[in-house]
Structures are given as C-alpha cells and as structure tokens.
C-alpha cells in the first residue's frame, strides 16, 4: 500500500498545494472526455509524474490491483456478448477508453501520496477550507493516511495466522467471516488506543502548520494544473 517515503525527488521538494492544484487539473482534464489523444497526453504527462517522484509503475499496480481487477470488468463484459458475435473488440473500447482516465487519475493521486507528507496535506484542507469543516476534513485525511496502512497490516497478519493453522482447508466464506470478524476487532480496539492517545499528546484542532512557501519550481506545475482545468473549455485536442 502507498504511503509517505521521505526523499529528495522532484515531487518531494514541491509545494502541497502546488502538486493538489495539478493533480485537480489532471483529474479535471481526464475526465471531460476520454479521447484517444487526450488520453495518450495525459499517459505522458502521468509518467513524468511517476519519473518526478521516482516512483516504479509497477509498485502502483501493485498497490491498486484490486481496483485494477474490478476496472477491467467493464471491458471483458462489454466484449463477451451471449449472442453472436461472441466476441467484439469494437464494443470493448469505450469502457476501455473510460477505465484508462480512472487508472492514470489514480497514479497520478499515487505520486502525491508517496511523496507529501500528512501534515501538509491537512495543513493545506484547514487553510482553504475555513472554520470548523476544514479542522474536520483536514484531522480526517490525516487520520486516514495514518489508520488505513495500520488497518490492512492487521488484515494480512490474520490472514497469515489462518493460513498458518490450516485454514487454507476451510471454506471461503469462513475464512472470510473469520478475517472480519477479527480484523474488526482489532479496528476498534486500534481506535480506542488512538483516541487516548490524541488525548494524552494534548490533541488541538488547529495545530501550528508546518512552513510551506511558493518556489520557482512550484509556479510551473501550478500554471500546468490551471491549464488543465480549462482544457475541457478548448477544444485543443479533439
């Protein structure tokens, strides 16, 4: 699972906010129309994303594959057909066209994620999001970026335990009851010790934010997301 790696990439030395507004730009560009040659500009600039934060495609695969599996559904399903013609690559190509803006708006999200930290991240939702529902949403990404990593290792290690007891042998549907039941369990009682713990560190809905400033370099990737954003508003690639 992608989490934050510390490092001295290209990605990492950016601004929050600068890397947020591109990823907005990114995501609003890939979904206004998913066209061959829009698609292939914005493959591009998705890899100098991933080659900016150093970031291999394959641990992103790795890391999205199970959304990678139900994404690909939608084509096989639309290229099976249960009357003839059995198989029509034609029909395939549309849902195909619509999962590949899905999967480079996820690798793009995945280069912000391995290289800001969480700080900074809630520092910029509290910033722009004013009073109380930007405190809320800015302590609730972080507690998700924290929690959610925590929360699979417990379900791999339950996972593991079964395994190694001869649970292979057991049926699918009790193996599966087995693993949430217990990965629940373990969900609550990782909660209760968060919530003490926020209490005992004094936890404050306004911390002082880590220092974040526009650089040079930050200007760039900014102008590149507002261009973005209005891409849908130009017919430049058809």
Same mark, same amino acid.
């Given at each position: 699972m992608l989490t934050y790696a510390p490092g001295e990439t290209v990605a990492h030395r950016l601004d &929050? *906010?600068?890397? %947020?507004?591109?990823?907005?730009?990114?995501? #609003?560009?890939?979904?206004?129309?998913?066209?061959? +040659? !829009?698609? &292939?500009?914005?493959?591009g600039l998705a890899a100098l994303a991933l080659l900016a934060g150093r970031l291999? /495609? %394959?641990? #992103? &695969? +790795?890391? =999205? +594959?199970?959304a990678l599996v139900i994404l690909l559904l939608s084509p096989l399903s639309a290229l099976l057909a249960l009357? /003839?013609? =059995?198989?029509?690559?034609? !029909?395939? #190509?549309?849902?195909? %066209?619509?999962?590949?803006r899905v999967v480079l708006v996820l690798t793009v999200a995945a280069v912000y994620v391995r290289t800001t930290p969480v700080r900074e991240s809630r520092a910029v939702i509290q910033r722009y999001v004013p009073g109380r529902t930007g405190q809320a949403l800015g302590v609730g990404v972080a507690l998700t970026f924290r929690f959610l990593p925590v929360l699979r290792r417990d379900l791999l290690?339950? +996972?593991?335990?079964?395994? &190694?007891r001869g649970g292979g042998r057991r049926s699918v549907v009790d193996r599966a009851r087995r693993i949430a039941v217990?990965? %629940?369990?373990?969900?609550?009682? *990782?909660?209760?010790r968060l919530s003490l713990a926020l209490r005992a560190r004094c936890f404050a809905w306004n911390p002082t934010p880590p220092e974040m400033a526009f650089r040079r370099r930050d200007y760039p990737v900014a102008a590149l997301g507002v261009a973005l954003s209005c891409w849908p508003l130009v017919a430049v690639v058809p």
């Amino acid at each position: 699972m992608l989490t934050y790696a510390p490092g001295e990439t290209v990605a990492h030395r950016l601004d &929050a *906010r600068s890397k %947020l507004a591109c990823q907005f730009g990114f995501a #609003v560009a890939a979904f206004a129309g998913p066209t061959p +040659r !829009r698609l &292939a500009v914005l493959t591009g600039l998705a890899a100098l994303a991933l080659l900016a934060g150093r970031l291999s /495609p %394959l641990s #992103v &695969a +790795r890391s =999205y +594959r199970f959304a990678l599996v139900i994404l690909l559904l939608s084509p096989l399903s639309a290229l099976l057909a249960l009357t /003839p013609p =059995y198989l029509d690559p034609a !029909r395939a #190509v549309g849902p195909l %066209l619509a999962i590949t803006r899905v999967v480079l708006v996820l690798t793009v999200a995945a280069v912000y994620v391995r290289t800001t930290p969480v700080r900074e991240s809630r520092a910029v939702i509290q910033r722009y999001v004013p009073g109380r529902t930007g405190q809320a949403l800015g302590v609730g990404v972080a507690l998700t970026f924290r929690f959610l990593p925590v929360l699979r290792r417990d379900l791999l290690s339950v +996972r593991e335990a079964i395994q &190694a007891r001869g649970g292979g042998r057991r049926s699918v549907v009790d193996r599966a009851r087995r693993i949430a039941v217990v990965g %629940l369990a373990r969900a609550l009682s *990782r909660s209760d010790r968060l919530s003490l713990a926020l209490r005992a560190r004094c936890f404050a809905w306004n911390p002082t934010p880590p220092e974040m400033a526009f650089r040079r370099r930050d200007y760039p990737v900014a102008a590149l997301g507002v261009a973005l954003s209005c891409w849908p508003l130009v017919a430049v690639v058809p």
